[in-house]
């Protein structure tokens, strides 16, 4: 793969970033800030402190721009990174092609979100303790690193246990080990609980629903449009190198 094939990958990458990011904004539109503004209420109605705090963004710009500016920035960086990573694995996990490739890819970067989601997941405001801030995003972070490691980790096993297991015994032994090996994290790392008392259950889980709906969303949508960008690219990409002449020995 040379350099112009990977650039041209790259733009295509952030551009179905972009595309992914627009859905997923609509998503958090529709189904985050509803539950982010009912959390806002709770907390402003059960505050004990009195007196007004100077809003220097309003809540209708953060709720608008803001969030249309964030997800698309993120849907358009991780677009690009997803596009490196693609150009790496191609051809290198098996022998697959662009759109099998891409979505394999997506639901790496679903499964790297999913496994510390289940272990620390999302807050809206006024749930969680202020003062732990900074300890959980250590741990959630660290969670996020133990992921891929041992996403990595099981695909080695894998790759090993195929020619004694074949590879669908292998892949489900795999898949065993690293949700074991996760499980024991879970078992081992430190967890929170700081609901305040009287906060609504369903409104939690509503929205740490909707913030799994909006990766589920930015995810799907980037590995089908990015798969279909990338088959053109490699597609021709590969014919071209398949037509060159083969040298003639002197």
Known sequence: ??????RNLLVRGMLAGLAAGVLAFVVAYFLGEPRVDAAIAFEEGHSHEHGHEVEVVSRAMQSTAGLATGVLVYGVALGGIAALVFCF?????????????AALLSGAALLVYLVPFLKYPANPPAVGDPDTIGQRTALYFLM???GILLAVGATLLGRRLAPK???????V?????????????????????NVPHGF???LLWQFRLSTLAIQLVLWTAFGLLFGHLAERV??????????EPAPVAS
């Open 1 to 6: 793969m040379n350099s112009v094939t990977i």
């Open 89 to 101: 694995a191609l051809g290198r996990i098996g022998r697959f092609g662009a759109r099998v490739t």
């Open 144 to 146: 996020m690193l133990l």
């Open 165 to 171: 297991l074949g590879n669908w015994y292998a892949t």
């Open 173 to 193: 032994a795999a898949g065993a080990a690293f949700v074991v090996a996760v499980g024991i994290a879970y078992a081992f790392l430190p967890s929170f609980d």
């Open 200 to 202: 609504s259950g369903t």
């Open 234 to 243: 490699v597609t021709p990409a590969r014919q071209a190198v398949a037509a």
